[in-house]
């Protein structure tokens, strides 16, 4: 196995096969402060990484030219944040406190669910819910949007605990969320709708 590491800290550009990382102090609450790249002759196809302490480790196929190793690395730092981000959004507990909020007031605290988070794959919708098992899922896209469009997305999958479909009973309980058209309308702008 041949282990490259590289900590890039000068304010130079990369060459070839490196990544350009903050210098020193740039950002404390960086993810990634080093990047390790592993390769194998027994890894034929497959890419993986983990973050172990800081120090991103990219396991690659030793035959893996390297601008292909800086395409990985870079995809796999992004995976890694990515994956970090959907964590602490989910861990901080405010998305199931809201959620009990919007069930408080517009269904009467009537309505329970087994799972409540921000997911990662979901790119043709911002919500899904499954009423069989009561598991809602949100895409981690809404962390970054008004309070009020998350809290029509939420309305909207809470009220498919009550009604699965999109009848107008159903269409009369997300109404009952005042923003319900205006937050409709800003995520038709976006290219996506509940």
Known sequence: MLILRWVNRSPHAPGPGQLALPPDGADDNKLVRSVEVRRS???????????ERGNLIVYLPARMSPAEETVWVERMQRRLE???????????????????ELNERYFDGELSWSSLSYVGNQNTRYGSCTV???SIRLSEVLAGMPDWVRDYVLVHELAHLVVPNHSEEFWALVQ?????ERARGYLIA???ET
């Not at 990515?82 to 009990?100: C, P, Q």
Request: net charge positive; hydrophobic share 30%; charged share 45%.
């Open 41 to 51: 002759a027994r890894r034929k196809r497959t890419v993986a990484a983990r973050l």
């Open 190 to 192: 976006k290219g996506m």
């Open 82 to 100: 990515a994956k970090e981000r959907r964590r602490h959004l989910n861990d901080s507990g405010d998305l199931e406190r809201r959620a009990r």
């Open 132 to 134: 069989g098992t009561a």
């Open 176 to 180: 009952r969320y005042p923003l319900a």
